[in-house]
């Protein structure tokens, strides 16, 4: 391709700017050979002419295509040249925010000095285990490719981080050790990958400063090598250092600190345990104070301090030595602070005694104060006779003070380091290591010193390593695709490596000059114009003799030469070392003795030996004394010869910008350190040869548009690709053909593209001008069809106005005529209606005359009737009146006479016989008492003369007191009695009207209550009609809100549910884990002991306690609301709260409570004020106290009474109980059994009743007892009277006194009955009415709770009335459905407490009956004197099978240890299930519950470990988790709870269990199934996860859609392994295709099917996703497409599952999305909008990612612009996105398993041979 082709018109190229270094143009026309300038075009339409060197012929560079533009990979630039590689990394810094790029085998990493998100764990699990060119350019590729290598290769790698200072060196080089820690983990439980991170803050805070380019600047390079064993985990590390820059301890330039640890322990001065440092600010010494500021922005000293001192905790240093560490840094601040005083000769000085800082810095040290502070001052000079003090000037003393303060803080850095190490070092073996090299970049400042010199060095080492490893690399690649091998010419700085190191070479010189006494700076300088003034690499300044000047690979530096030599020698008094040794402390005493932690970690690794990169300086001899450069050329040559060996990996890091300004791109800097970190020379290397290198099938799939017709019927791509080569390029040189790649030189590419785009173009117009045609002819038809149209429409519209004209003329008359005929009709009823009014009014007026006459002459009448009638009525009652006073008189004459007759008839003497008719034998009586009597008066006359004259006072006094009395009763006593009957029974009477008249006006008051509920229903009614009227209103206007609204609060309620599951699930899941790590501790344990024979655990020891971590069987029932509150208690307010069935009966339980605490409060109020009242009524004390001793007898009498009813009714019990037994063990007949139980019914039955009756007995003679103490202790006064009278008024008859006083007694206990049983209805009644008042209080309560709720309803707004009414109605509902289930909840109790006494009592009958057998069995044996074929009565099978202790162990290894899913093929699914339940139901049959307890403890653990050796079957895993499914549904399903038992048939009811309740077992195998599934989940994700990437993004579903672009060096890398791994969507939905066969025939329940597929699904999607967010290649419209055709397959293939739900696809939504917004259109706001409201399932940075990832595969597609981007997050800012970038595809959604019973019963389960379970009989 000639010149003229290249640059021709339009074509771009890059031209020399002074600002930008490199500037784009475009020719404005043609170049032609032998022309002396270019006619160009800039950027901004500014016209220049670019003169062209007709000498040299040196043209601009070419320009890539856009297309190109932006890659991952700067090898895969058609045009590799400076300008290219600046533009692209330019274009993907600023516009695409990539901070790295790969160069070939070198990983660019530009400084973002910003945060960005892009470290993660997510991201790390998303590069472990890909290919370095499958994914975006990062170091945690670099990382993973290093650790591919080294676990494939066995082979030793290295990562070689470089860069000047602020380019990111040590964060790189901290993220990949991070990247190492996570991957690989640790091999032991010492945290080996923590304290390898840990060490990063140690060796920051010493050997980090900050400086003018970098706050957080490296002052030493070090290596660090991370050692794995042979699982390739880290086992240990070890670290070495070169180079430390002592003299930043001494000294800083403006605006840079010292190391941080200096300002980190003057920040932490004020603490208690450095009170002895004696430090204060940093700014009061001067070694920390020379920069100026002393502070960093954003840089919390004190907060770093204390990470430092975990990071020393962590790695092991103790406290006491952190102390010593801490003294010795701080004696460093205080020995500069020492203030030396010239003498007046200027050759000596002297430093105060008193000096505060000397004092503290030998107090910290531990040194003598004298001799440090004269050898301060002094020197000694030994010479071969004689020794000499002699003193110093001030500037010797100044130097030798700041190269002590050097020399110490130099051994404290390298005994640091040593402990580092010795922290890091393991004992195991090391098997290889990854080394890190974090060391300095090619450095050049204004004024370069030894430092600079010794960097640089260190730099022409590395990189020539480097280059020889890319010539290396190149011709490995060469032969590999056998091409021929022709020598490339590249740059070797061997020459330059010689100027330094060889001999007589500058260091040489330098050591030489050293060793002469007085040599000086200049001297050396001179030697070295003397020797190298004709080297290449070596020049001398013109303005200078104390300068020189070194050519190295990157620029040419000048150094000067002044205090190399001091430097190189780094010379230290002897006497001041020993002062030190000398010291106190033990660990200052060990930093400066010979010999002693010189290199603390050597022979790390055994494979390499380590040695310290800065061996001891040794003070006492310095002709023995090794110089600086001769240690740093001795371990440079040692780090060379460790990487020689190993693999390296290169990482270059580059400053953008000398600002620390995020993301700003200084080109001017950034080509400075892209020239000087050999990533020009890479890309020079790659130019030279063949750097573009196509894969056959990706050239013929790029460019066969240029293929002819008939060379594409070829078969061969490979033979079709030559061809189309050998016509389009006609040099032959200009392309190779390899084994498996096309080869093409610099620039053919670009000639390809230009084709290729030719091509296309043509093509576009072509289709363009048809489908102009096109749509020229659509249009002329469409408006010839629109014309028609129109014409024929006008002409309808004119004739349309014609009818309508015609037609308003006619209507026009006929309303004329109607008009007019209303009007005359309406006057005509005007004046009908105004006659007919008057007619009325007059006929009304007469009527009403008359009716007022008739109505005056009714009521004259009605008076004239009633005066008569009073009248009459007057007249009769007067004659009445002297009638009766006429017979009053006439009676009460008669009754005087009888009552004379009846006074005479008294006196007479016979009716005092009928009176004394008896009393002969009274007498008589009395007589022989008076007899008695007198006898007795006899034998006590003496002491009775004396009580007789008393006595006989007392009577007189006694009859007085009667006589009294007698008179102020004025009556008898009889009629006294019936006259209180009768008033009791009045009161009685009285009491039962007030009651009625209570209840009558409860009545009428309930009645108006309910009148008055039914009023306010009916209003209710009337409301509610009103609100449902404004909902429905209401819900037209916001039915989709609320419909939003529901569907929110239901998606947070799963949302919540489904957290709540995966919290429980993921401990179920670390428990798992926890005791899988458990057992294989106990395997490595039993290894490592390797004892002979088998330990077996006791038979005690294999409990589910110890398995599973669960408590054993219980049979606890449903309580009820306290038990809910107990629970509540328990279990925790948080999971509480989760419950809402709880919540509401707590609720309710309140309420309740609450109403019961009113009552007592109201009824203690009333108590209170009938105590009050009684209180003016009551009796005296005396009395009170009788009625409380009363109250006490009767308390303790009832209490006696019913001890004895108790003690008798036990007696009876036992009776009753020792019957039973006796008759059970009677050997009685058949038929004796029923009746025994029915007489034990009968007899507990009567027991009860008679119970009752007793009850009922106390209670009554309760009442009498009490009423008769009462009564007796109130008529004590009365009795006296009452055995003084002995007459009675009304009779003549004698009445016996006793008898009087008892009858009178009886009359009393009556009356005082009836008052207690009025007493108890009175109080009942109370007791009713306060109960219906409180009724009424409570339904006024409610009513005025609802009347004011209805009030602030109609208050609301309607949306507001819709959401209140509804509340209202779900908590009325929810407290019906609440009384409802309590009262379910009790009866199920009850139910329970009768089945489980019905089942205790069945099975004494059953032991009964069975002793009654057995008895009758013996005693027929007995009997029987011959032989009798008894035979067996065929019985049903009834789904239980038995089995005896001793077959359990075979019985586990036959149908779960050694059982295969295969041999059960063809049979009832799950059938090891049904098998293991009816053996269960069997034990339970038996009532064995340690049987129950054994056999599932066994089950559970044979499937454990089952699944324990199948860890990667998935047949074997989905088997058992469908056998424990089913078991968990069959314990479920039979366990007798009503709520489990709805589906189930009769047969099955009674297959039930009987005695025992399973339920925590249920809870076991419930996480047992968890832990299972997981692992199902964990297999089937690890059989697909290989495929998903390949078959989703890069196998061509869609044929030819795809187009590939030119690809880098990575795509060739050798992490790729051999063969063809790529997957095609068929495999992967073949491989679901074999997880959904093995579950269905395994009988998984389909919703858990479904669950593990959107766990699958999900997994797709997140791997998917990941890989779409870190590839720039895949990230095109085309991949999109792919992407769209690949999910539609695989949701055909959920349809055809019937798996499609909705939970399920939503799983791949946000892939979807994805694959929507890179097939949308992204320029315009309108489009920015779309996507924004498309894109839901996406965060805001996956969205920003994806279309910076965006990247055209043709021409014609556009790219992203930055503007577009920047649109999109301003319209996303309010997004609540979470912050990650990927999806975490290991999460796990929670499993449920949902009841499933089986329709199947256990009698119909047949068990197959093939088993081997002939031990188990059918019951």
């Known amino acids: 391709m000639s010149v003229s082709e290249l640059y021709s018109q339009y074509t771009r190229v890059w031209i020399p700017d002074p600002d930008e270094v490199w500037r784009s143009a475009e020719l404005t026309k043609d170049y032609k050979e032998g022309e002396k300038s270019l006619q160009l075009q800039l950027e901004d339409e500014t016209i220049r002419e670019y003169p062209i060197d007709v000498q040299s012929n040196q043209l601009p560079f070419l320009r890539n295509p856009d297309i190109l533009v932006g890659e991952n990979d700067l090898t895969a630039l058609s045009y590799l040249h400076e300008p290219a590689v600046l533009h692209n990394l330019k274009v993907r810094f600023l516009e695409s925010n990539h901070i790295y790029t790969y160069c070939g085998i070198v990983l660019v990493a530009i400084n973002p000095y910003e945060q960005l998100p892009i470290y993660g764990q997510d991201v790390i699990y998303a590069y472990s285990g890909q290919n370095m060119g499958d994914m975006d350019p990062h170091i945690f590729a670099v990382a993973e490719e290093a650790y591919k290598q080294m676990a494939r290769d066995e082979k030793n790698q290295s990562i070689i981080v470089s860069g000047e200072s602020g380019a990111g060196k040590t964060v790189s080089a901290k993220y990949a050790m991070r990247y190492f820690a996570t991957v690989s983990g640790s091999a032991s439980d010492t945290n080996i990958e923590e304290k390898v991170l840990a060490s990063s803050p140690i060796m920051e805070a010493i050997g980090n400063a900050k400086t003018t380019r970098n706050d957080n600047s490296s002052r030493f390079g070090k290596y660090i090598q991370i050692g794995f064993d042979k699982r390739y985990r880290i086992i240990g590390a070890n670290m070495r250092t ?195 090299l974090d060391i300095y970049g090619f450095e050049t400042f204004d004024v370069n010193s030894f430092e600079q010199f010794c960097i640089n060095y260190a730099n022409e080492k590395l990189q020539q390593q480097f280059n020889l490893h890319v010539f290396k690399l190149e011709q490995e690649e060469y032969m590999k695709e056998q091409i021929p091998w022709t020598l490339i010419d590249f740059y070797d700085n061997q020459p330059c490596i010689d100027l330094i190191e060889a001999k007589l070479g500058i260091l040489d010189l330098l050591d030489e000059e050293c060793k002469v006494p007085k040599g000086t700076d200049q001297n050396w300088a001179q030697k070295l114009y003397d020797r190298h003034s004709g080297s290449q690499h070596f020049q001398k300044p013109r303005m200078s003799n104390t300068a020189f000047i070194v050519v190295h690979f990157a620029d040419k530096v000048e150094y000067l030469s002044d205090s190399f030599l001091e430097k190189n020698r780094d010379t230290v008094y002897e006497e001041q070392i020993n002062i030190l040794k000398a010291s106190k402390l033990p660990l200052v005493a060990d930093l400066f003795h010979d010999g002693k932690d010189s290199a603390p970690a050597a022979a790390t690794s055994s494979k390499i030996s380590v040695r310290s990169a800065r061996p001891p300086l040794k003070a006492s001899n310095k002709e023995h004394k090794k110089t600086v450069g001769h240690q740093f050329r001795t371990s440079l040559h040692l780090l060379m010869e460790t990487l020689n060996t190993t693999t390296p990996h ?29 990533v020009l020379e890479t890309i020079r290397i790659s130019a030279a040869g063949y750097p573009s290198r196509w894969a056959y099938h990706d050239f013929y799939n790029r460019y066969r548009v240029l293929v002819k017709k008939k060379e594409l019927a070829n078969t061969d791509k490979k033979a079709i690709c030559k061809s189309v080569l050998e016509s389009l390029i006609k040099d032959p040189d200009k392309f190779q053909f390899g084994r498996t790649k096309i080869f093409f030189r610099a620039g053919q590419v670009a000639y390809l593209e230009k084709l290729r785009a030719d091509k296309f173009r043509a093509a576009t117009i072509m289709i363009q001008k048809t489908v102009r045609g096109w749509l020229q002819k659509v249009k002329y038809r469409r408006l010839k069809a629109a014309t028609l149209t129109l014409q024929r429409y006008c002409r309808g519209l004119l004739a349309r106005r014609l009818a309508e004209h015609l037609r308003r003329t006619q209507a026009a008359v006929v309303l004329q005529k109607q008009y007019r005929m209303r009007r005359a009709h309406q006057a005509y009823q005007r004046v009908r209606r105004a006659t007919v009014v008057i007619q009325a009014f007059a006929r009304g007026m007469f009527v009403r005359r008359i009716y007022h006459q008739v109505l005056r002459e009714h009521k004259a009448t009605i008076i004239q009737k009633h005066v008569r009638s009073w009248l009459a009525r007057r007249c009769f009652q007067r004659l009445r009146g002297a009638a009766i006073v006429i017979q009053c008189g006439f009676r009460r004459l008669k009754a005087k006479r009888e009552l004379k007759a009846l006074k005479i008839e008294a006196r007479s003497a016979e009716h005092l016989k009928r009176l004394n008719v008896g009393m002969e034998n009274k007498v008589v ?64 009477q009285r009491a039962h009207s007030e009651r009625k008249v209570l209840e009558d006006a409860h009545t009428r008051e309930k009645d108006e209550l309910r009148k008055r509920v039914a009023d306010l229903e009916q209003e209710n009614a009337l409301l509610k009609d009103e609100k449902a009227q404004l909902n429905n209103q209401i819900l037209c206007q916001s039915k989709d809100e609320l419909a939003q609204t529901s569907v929110e609060e239901n998606l947070l309620m799963k949302k919540e549910l489904e957290e709540e599951r995966s919290r429980y699930q993921n401990l179920v899941k670390e428990y798992s884990r926890l005791e899988q790590r458990y057992d294989n501790l106990r395997d490595e344990m039993t290894i490592i002991k390797q004892t002979p024979g088998h330990r077996r655990n006791p038979s005690n020891q294999s409990s589910l306690e110890s398995d599973s971590n669960y408590p054993s069987i219980s049979t606890s029932e449903v309580g009820d609301t306290e038990d809910a509150l107990q629970q509540v208690e328990e279990i925790g307010l948080e999971k509480a709260a989760m419950d809402l069935t709880v919540f509401l009966k707590l609720q309710k339980r309140v309420r309740e409570l609450e109403q019961e605490r009113k009552k007592l409060q109201v009824q203690l109020e009333k108590k209170e004020q009938q105590d009050s009242k009684k209180i003016p009524a009551e009796r005296p004390s005396s009395d009170l106290d009788v009625d409380q001793d009363a109250d006490l007898a009767y308390n303790s009498l009832k209490r006696q009474e019913l001890e004895s009813e108790n003690k008798k009714l036990k007696n009876e019990l036992n009776e009753l109980r020792k019957a039973v037994a006796d008759q059970a063990s009677e050997h009685s007949a058949a038929h004796g059994t029923p009746d025994s139980y029915c007489l034990l019914l009968n007899q507990l039955k009567l027991a009860h009743e008679e119970l009752e009756v007793r009850k009922e007995e106390v209670l009554i003679l309760r009442t009498q007892i009490v009423s008769a103490d009462q009564r007796r202790l109130a008529g004590k006064g009365s009795e006296p009277n009452i055995n003084a009278r002995t007459s009675w008024p009304n009779s003549e008859k004698h009445v016996d006194q006793e008898d009087a006083i008892e009858a009178y007694h009886g009359v009393c206990q009556t009356n005082r009955l009836l008052e207690a049983q009025l007493q108890a209805q009175s109080r009942e009644h109370g007791e009713e009415v306060e109960g219906l008042k409180a009724q009424v209080q409570a339904l ?84 029987l004197t011959r032989q009798v074929t008894v035979q067996r009565k065929e019985k049903d099978f009834q789904g239980m099978l038995e089995y005896h202790k001793e077959d359990e162990a075979l019985l586990i290894r036959n149908l779960v240890t050694d059982l295969k899913p ?78 489990f038992m709805t589906q189930n048939t009769a047969k099955q009811n009674e297959h039930c269990l009987k005695n025992f309740d399973l339920t925590e077992y249920r809870q076991v195998l419930s996480d047992l199934s968890i832990q299972i599934y997981q692992q199902l989940i964990k297999i089937s994700e690890g059989l697909l996860q290989p495929m998903i990437v390949s078959a989703m993004l890069e ?75 870190l590839r720039k290649d895949v990230c095109s419209w085309s991949t999109g497409m792919q992407l769209r055709y690949n999910i539609s397959q695989l949701e055909e293939w959920l349809r055809g599952r019937n798996l499609h739900q909705r939970e399920v696809a939503e799983t791949m939504e946000p892939l979807i999305q994805a694959a929507q917004l890179l097939q949308l259109k992204k320029k315009s706001p309108e489009d920015a909008e779309a996507i924004c409201s498309l894109c839901t399932a996406l965060s805001t940075q996956q969205i920003v990612k994806i279309l910076n990832l965006y990247t055209p595969l043709n021409e014609f597609e556009e790219r992203v612009t930055v503007a577009f981007i920047r649109t999109i997050q301003a319209q996303l800012q309010e997004r609540n996105d979470p912050q990650h970038l990927l999806l975490d595809f290991k999460h796990m959604f929670p499993v449920l398993f949902p009841f499933n019973p089986s329709s199947l019963t256990m009698d119909s389960i047949h068990i197959p041979a093939c088993l081997n379970l002939e031990f188990l009989n059918e019951v």
């Open 925 to 988: 009586q009395l007589q022989r008492k008076i007899d008695d009597q007198n006898k007795e008066f006899k034998m006590l006359s003496e002491q009775l003369s004396a009580i007789t004259s008393t006595h006989a006072t007392e009577v007189e006094k006694l009859k007085e007191e009667l006589a009294c009395y007698q008179q102020s009763q004025g009556g008898d006593s009889s009629p006294q009695l019936q006259e209180e009957v009768e008033s009791l029974r009045t009161e009685l």
């Open 242 to 436: 070169y180079l430390l820059e002592k003299s930043r301890v001494v000294f800083q330039a403006d605006d840079e600190r010292n190391y941080h640890i200096f300002y980190q322990l003057c920040a932490a001065a004020n603490l208690p345990e450095f009170k002895e440092l004696a430090l204060t600010r940093a700014e009061d010494f001067f070694y920390t104070s020379q920069g100026g500021d002393t502070s960093i922005e954003g840089v919390d000293d004190a907060e770093d301090f204390e990470k430092t001192r975990q990071a020393f905790t962590l790695l092991g240093v103790r406290e006491s030595h952190q102390i010593n560490i801490f003294k010795i840094i701080a004696s460093i601040l205080h020995l500069g602070n020492v203030e030396i005083q010239a003498e007046r000769d200027g050759e000596s000085c002297s430093i105060s005694p008193k000096d505060e800082h000397l004092s503290n810095f030998c107090q910290l040290l531990g040194v003598e104060h004298s001799q440090m502070e004269h050898w301060l001052c002094h020197r000694k000079l030994v010479t071969t006779s004689e020794t000499y003090v002699k003193t110093m000037s001030l500037q010797q003393v100044v130097n030798a003070r700041n190269a002590l303060a050097k020399h110490i803080y130099a051994q404290l850095f390298g005994w640091i380091v040593g402990h580092v190490n010795k922290a890091l070092h393991t004992s195991l073996k090391q098997h290889s290591f990854i080394g890190v």
């Open 1462 to 1539: 295969q041999a059960l093929a063809g049979t009832v699914p799950c059938l090891p299930a049904y098998i293991l339940y009816m053996c269960i139901r069997h034990a339970d049959y038996v009532n064995d519950d340690l049987k129950v307890h054994s056999l599932l403890t066994s089950t559970i653990n044979g499937i454990k470990k089952v699944l324990k050796k199948h860890n990667d079957d998935f047949e074997m895993t989905s088997f058992w988790l469908s056998n424990t499914c089913r078991l968990l549904h069959c314990l479920k399903q039979y366990s007798g709870d009503e709520g």
């Open 1595 to 1669: 196998n061509e579903s869609i044929q030819g859609l795809s187009g590939v672009k030119p690809t880098g060096y990575r795509k060739r890398t050798s992490s790729l392994a051999d063969g063809d791994n790529s997957y095609c969507l068929e495999a992967v939905i073949r491989q679901m295709n074999s997880f959904h066969t093995v579950m269905c025939d395994q009988g998984l329940d389909p919703e858990i099917i479904l669950q593990v597929f959107k766990q699958l699904f999900y997994m797709i999607n997140a791997v998917t996703l990941n890989n779409l967010l």
């Open 650 to 678: 290169y990482v270059r890091c580059i400053k953008p910008n000398d600002e620390k300004l995020p993301f700003r791109f200084d080109p001017k800097r950034a080509v400075q350190q892209l020239r000087a970190c050999g």
């Open 1340 to 1423: 006024k309560e409610e009513m005025d709770e609802q009347q004011q709720t209805f009030c602030q309803t109609l208050l609301l707004s309607p949306e507001a009335q819709l959401e209140f009414g509804i509340q209202q109605e779900l908590s009325r509902l929810t407290n019906e459905n609440l009384d409802l289930k309590e009262l379910v909840e009790k009866l199920e109790k009850n139910e329970k407490k009768l089945k489980k006494q019905l089942k205790i009592y069945m099975k004494k009958v059953q032991d009964l009956e069975a002793a009654q057998a057995l008895a009758q069995s013996e005693r027929r044996r007995h009997e």
